[in-house]
């Protein structure tokens, strides 16, 4: 069974401060996706990454697939109380085409002002 | 565009009572997945539909949940009986998805939930 491992699963920052989130299995992905969710909404995608190495930037945040696409991370500079929210990466196995993804269990991240 | 859709936003309701989820997916897209949140197990997929056809139910919990996707435009989860330990939210989420042959697009959209409460 493929598992992705999110890590940190909490995280209570001050705005300014800058963070990285992290996602890593042990199994390969043809893709992995970011996705964002705020209280009482359904998750939103933010980027796809696609390429191992391959390195995308949104605003401030810098969203990173491994070399091996095995792993990815989610950097944030000088982060705002907008930011607040749940951060899911989610994986498409490389092993089936199914369409199915694989979640990781989300990071919570809390931005005070 | 209008995204996913998903009615009731919130259902209350008691205990062996039956629940209709609906879940109107975005135009063109031909995958449909069924997912339940909680904060003790996370996202969890339950089902999901391949042009209207069920591809994966192993993620259904038992037989008290049923789910069916009468056209490309509309698909419901039902739970019948519900159960106290059924409150969640459920999530519809669409996709293009192409299943023979070329690169697969795994992007998914959610809709925005239906938080189901059984007293």
């Known amino acids: 069974t493929q598992l992705l491992e999110q890590s940190p699963q909490f995280l209570s920052i001050q705005e300014g401060e800058n963070l990285t989130v992290y996602c890593n299995s042990s199994s390969v992905f043809s893709s992995l996706q970011w996705y964002r969710q705020e209280p009482g909404e359904g998750p939103v995608l933010l980027v796809t990454v696609v390429t191992g190495g391959e390195v995308k930037k949104l605003k401030r945040l810098t969203f990173q697939f491994g070399d091996a696409r095995k792993d990815s991370s989610l950097h944030i500079t000088a982060a705002q109380p907008g930011d607040t929210g749940l951060y899911l990466c989610?994986?498409?196995?490389?092993?089936?085409?199914?369409?199915?993804?694989?979640f990781g269990q989300g990071t919570t991240l809390q931005v005070k002002p | 565009d209008a995204g996913v859709i998903q009615s009731p936003r919130h259902e209350v309701t008691e205990m062996g009572q039956e629940v209709t989820l609906r879940c109107k997916p975005i135009s063109g897209h031909n995958s449909l997945f069924w997912y339940r949140q909680t904060m003790m197990r996370g996202l969890e997929l339950l089902i999901y539909?391949?042009?209207?056809?069920?591809?994966?139910d192993s993620g259904m919990p038992e037989d008290r949940f049923s789910a069916k996707m009468p056209n490309a435009s509309f698909s419901t989860l039902k739970i019948q009986p519900s159960e106290p330990r059924d409150s969640a939210v459920y999530f519809c989420a669409s996709s293009s998805l192409r299943l023979a042959g070329g690169p697969s697009s795994y992007e998914q959209y959610f809709g925005p939930g239906t938080r189901l409460t059984v007293t």
């Open positions: 539909f391949n042009n209207n056809v069920p591809i994966d």
């Open positions: 989610a994986g498409g196995p490389s092993s089936s085409n199914t369409g199915k993804l694989i």
